[in-house]
């Protein structure tokens, strides 16, 4: 779960946020909120996340799966 902001720490509802190694993703509501379901098996490991929206410069997000909910959140600043 997390929630992605722009560069003024607005919510950023549409962004897509994506678990490429498991194969799993998520597009943020109007409120910059998303949730992702992982498999168990990935728990205990580190996953690689990329939040990406058009307009916006993609980020990176390395993630320690530490328990059954961990938080995630982002800051997309806009491209020129």
Do not use: E, F, N
């Not at 990329?50 to 990176?60: C, D, E, I, L, Q």
């Amino acid at each position: 779960v997390g929630t992605v902001r722009d560069g003024a720490g607005a919510p950023l509802g549409g962004a897509q946020v994506v678990a490429a190694d498991h194969a799993v993703g998520a597009t943020t509501d109007a409120r910059g909120a998303y949730a992702l379901r992982l498999p168990r098996a990935a728990r205990g490991d580190t996953v690689d996340l990329v939040v990406r929206r058009v307009g916006y410069a993609s980020r990176p997000l390395r993630v320690a799966l530490t328990g059954d909910t961990v938080r995630a959140d982002a800051t997309l600043p806009a491209t020129a």
